[in-house]
């Protein structure tokens, strides 16, 4: 039958290195047996070095993608990476009004490992106040939870507290990556469901160089597992596994942060 298969969308941003961005999506749920379409917001000129240029897209050509894909899939599940800049934000929540695409996940990418911004200052509020309410799932890490919320994470009482701000502002489900905590030898992860239960995720830290594209790739993987049909609950467990094993066994490509492994 056409279009029984499980298919998934990723609205982001490309990387021309391959390791983060749409590709690290496009691979992810593909290991994860899911078909997977891209509107591109933004091209990066990137590596494992970092991202040396990017141009956001003519919003007229967001809406066509939208339309497109619309048009002809069945898309079960989306998730949102890098948007740029306030008028591709918007342009983002206004298809996604318009669209039936399944459970959005918003992975609210900010900064670059090396530093570089995917999302202007003026777009911030933006994202938090008309993209999370439109979330069955936000991932955001440490940095962008504190971005979002105001709210200076210094223990995990403040990452409750973050996590409960968030689903204030709309989001159904929250999951904070606590792989940026500072001074901890663990990467624990915080979830707080729709319906208030909470629990955290504990797994040691990964000491390698190769993490690029991990955000990217744990909400993808989300995503993927939404769109088969698992429960929140289970489609993060998965992520996080799936996570752990493709930065165990990150690839030696570049002269920087390399790229995970997704064929373990
Ligand atoms: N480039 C693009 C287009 C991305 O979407 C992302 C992450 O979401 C990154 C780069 C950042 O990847 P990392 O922080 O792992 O370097």
Redesign the pocket.
Known sequence: MINDYPQALTI????SGG????P?DIKTMQMRGVYSAMVVV?V?A?NTLG?QDALPMPEKLIDEQFASIADDLKIRACKT??LADPTRVRAVVRNLKKYDLGPLIV?P?M????GAK?LSDDAITIVRDELIPLASLVTPNIPEACELTGITIRDKNDIKKAARELQKQGAKNILIKGGHAESSDKADDYILFEDGNDMWLTAPRVDTKN??????TISACITAEIAKGHSMEQAIMIGKTYVEKTISKGINVGHG?GPLNHWV
């Open positions: 982001a941003g490309t990387d390791g983060a961005g749409i690290a933004a990066t990137q991202v990476g890098m992975d990418v900064v670059a490992k090396g995917l993490t690029h594209g991990t955000g990217d942060h």
